[in-house]
């Protein structure tokens, strides 16, 4: 079963400019997470969807970032314009589910999109 | 104070000692617990997690839970150098929205 799937792996931009990272999960999770990992630091949450609905985006810069998740599959987080600080690693991870007991939680992450700001 | 905290380390162990790595948690609501992995460079993967007070065991790794002192910690026994890693502890939240909040990771060092 193929994992969860991100591109680009890496991206280099200037100040200013525009980036996007897309997210493939893992077939048949219902949810999707973008994760923002700086270097020595545990994955700080910046949206969740459940379906095509961002259930919890309470963390995300919405000046600046944007995201969505249509027909409920694939997900594009984008930044616009991106600024120094942004030079992070963003991850996407999906699980079949959250809520719905003490099991359930484990996530599935992709390799990471790293982005590095000029 | 931050909502799950951990000692970044490293924490730096001989191989066949065992490692301990400890997490404390702040939101008395939350359901359970989970430890990932995380080689450098790659991404995290879930290793064990733990929802009742007690012990759970599974090979060489155990965590163990007590939800009065709001601590997890996991145990690694007969350290291995492939177990240096960076450790985090992430706790699912009962507060608003239900969501796994990560610490910030403990780096392993398992030395020959």
């Known amino acids: 079963e193929a994992g969860v799937v991100q591109s680009p792996r890496y991206k280099i931009i200037e100040k200013k400019q525009p980036v996007a990272f897309w997210c493939n999960p893992i077939?048949?999770?219902?949810?999707l997470y973008w994760y923002l990992q700086n270097l020595g630091q545990g994955p700080e949450l910046l949206i969740r969807y459940e379906n095509e609905e961002a259930v919890d985006d309470s963390q995300l810069p919405k000046d600046r970032f944007s995201a969505e998740r249509l027909k409920g599959v694939d997900s594009t987080l984008k930044i616009q314009p991106a600024e120094l600080g942004d030079s992070a690693v963003y991850l996407c991870?999906?699980?079949?589910?959250?809520?719905?007991?003490?099991?359930?939680?484990?996530?599935?992450f992709g390799e990471g999109s790293r982005l590095t700001v000029l | 104070q931050k909502e799950v905290e951990q000692n970044s380390g490293p924490l730096s162990v001989p191989e066949g000692a065992i490692a301990s790595l400890n997490c404390t948690y702040s939101?008395?609501?939350?359901?359970?617990f989970f430890w990932y992995r995380q080689y450098s460079g790659k991404s995290p993967e879930l290793i064990m997690f733990i929802y009742s007070n007690g012990d759970k065991e599974d090979g060489r790794f155990t965590a163990q839970l007590n939800k009065a002192s709001q601590y997890v910690s996991l145990l690694i026994r007969d350290s291995q150098p492939s177990d240096s890693a960076t450790y985090l502890c992430a706790v699912k939240t009962n507060t608003g929205f239900q969501k796994l909040v990560f610490g910030t990771g403990t780096r392993l060092l398992v030395s020959p």
């Open positions: 077939s048949g999770h219902n949810t």
């Open positions: 939101d008395r609501g939350s359901q359970s």
């Open positions: 991870a999906s699980s079949p589910r959250l809520a719905g007991g003490p099991k359930t939680g484990e996530l599935f």
